[in-house]
């Protein structure tokens, strides 16, 4: 099966702690992304990776970092984690140095007590 | 940077009517301008898409048009079902890999 996949699906931890979100695309692509979903829905990029090499960086906190091994994987690290923080996180991939469609992951929710 | 502005918060038919979802956008540079659809409780899924090279796009029931000099862009459903009830998406992006630039979402409810 070629997608975009997410672990863990959901993760309660408490406020100070490292979380670590995982995401793996087996679609090919050359480009990926890690996206933020509030409560009201909205939509806000946070990385992106095209061939090892950061590209977007919209002004996330420092405790945020994305960690990528290879093209297929990029995970996202967040050290001491704050109560703004829940949310559900969204990874998506896409081709063509990210002129194409993007594919997303089903997300990871984030819980922070 | 780009703001992109979805007019709509939420929006109902009935089934078998069309449906309308307005964005407009800031940046002249951005060139494609993507469409999802969120399910309650699941993921963003691609539905259509539209290149600044081009005013219109059809996929069966959906259509995208597209007006440059406005910086406007719509997604038009016709032939409504329950199915189609969700939370679309409009998102804008620059071509050479950027990321998308998303609107704030149009809640479709569509009632037999």
């Known amino acids: 099966e070629t997608a975009v996949f997410q672990t863990p699906n959901y993760h309660v931890t408490q406020v100070g702690n490292e979380v670590s979100f995982n995401c793996k695309q087996t679609?090919?692509?050359?480009?990926m992304y890690w996206y933020k979903q509030d409560s009201k829905k909205l939509l806000k990029i946070m990385f992106s990776?095209?061939?090892?090499?950061?590209?977007v960086n919209e002004t996330v906190p420092r405790r945020f970092s994305p960690q990528s091994s290879d093209k297929a994987h990029l995970n996202l690290r967040i050290k001491s984690v704050e109560p703004e923080d829940s949310a559900v996180y969204l990874c998506a991939s896409s081709r063509l140095g990210g002129r194409g469609e993007q594919y997303f992951g089903p997300g990871t929710r984030l819980t922070v007590l | 940077g780009e703001k992109v502005e979805q007019h709509e918060s939420t929006l109902s038919v009935r089934e078998g009517d069309s449906a309308v979802i307005n964005c407009t956008y800031t940046d002249t540079a951005s060139s494609y301008f993507p469409w999802y659809k969120q399910e309650a409780g699941k993921s963003l899924h691609f539905v259509i898409d539209?290149?600044?090279?081009?005013d219109r796009k059809q996929s069966q029931r959906l259509t995208v048009l597209l007006d440059k000099k406005a910086k406007r862009f719509s997604l038009h459903i016709t032939a409504t079902q329950p199915e189609d009830s969700a939370i679309y998406f409009c998102a804008a992006s620059m071509q050479g890999g950027r990321a998308l630039i998303f609107g704030t979402g149009t809640t479709v409810s569509v009632s037999p």
């Open positions: 679609l090919g692509h050359d480009t």
């Open positions: 990776y095209n061939n090892k090499q950061l590209i």
């Open positions: 539209i290149r600044s090279n081009v």
